[in-house]
């Protein structure tokens, strides 16, 4: 069975850094666009940057300038890279990819389980 799988989350200081990672484990074809997403106590779920195949992204306006994303293809795994982490970065994020099985099938939009990201001192 095909998941995402994150890592990197943690407690951070403010100003400080974290990298998530994201692995597609199992058998697939290819993969589209893949991405980050957060989600604050009490607020609803946001996009925090995107990447497709062939390496362009696009970023929310809070994180851009502060967090990379990137993506190994060679190793299916897509990163998050914060730098200046502030306070209201703090939720839990999540990886998102959409798959494909085959080289006819649909895509299939995937998500992690999520990994917490906390920043305070």
């Known amino acids: 069975q095909v998941e995402l799988v994150e890592s990197g989350g943690g407690l951070v200081q403010p100003g400080g850094s974290l990298r998530l990672s994201c692995a597609v484990s199992g058998s697939i074809f290819s993969i589209g666009a893949m991405g980050w997403y957060r989600q604050a106590p009490g607020k609803q779920r946001e996009l925090v940057a995107i990447?497709?195949?062939?390496?362009?992204?696009n970023y929310a306006d809070p994180v851009k300038g502060r967090f990379t994303i990137s993506r190994d293809n060679a190793k299916n795994t897509v990163h998050l890279q914060m730098n200046s982490l502030k306070p209201e970065d703090t939720a839990v994020y999540y990886c998102?990819?959409?798959?494909?099985?085959?080289?006819?099938?649909?895509?299939?939009?995937?998500w992690g389980q999520g990994t917490l990201v906390t920043v305070s001192s």
């Open positions: 998102n990819a959409d798959l494909y099985y085959s080289e006819y099938a649909p895509g299939v939009e995937l």
């Open positions: 990447i497709i195949s062939g390496g362009s992204t």
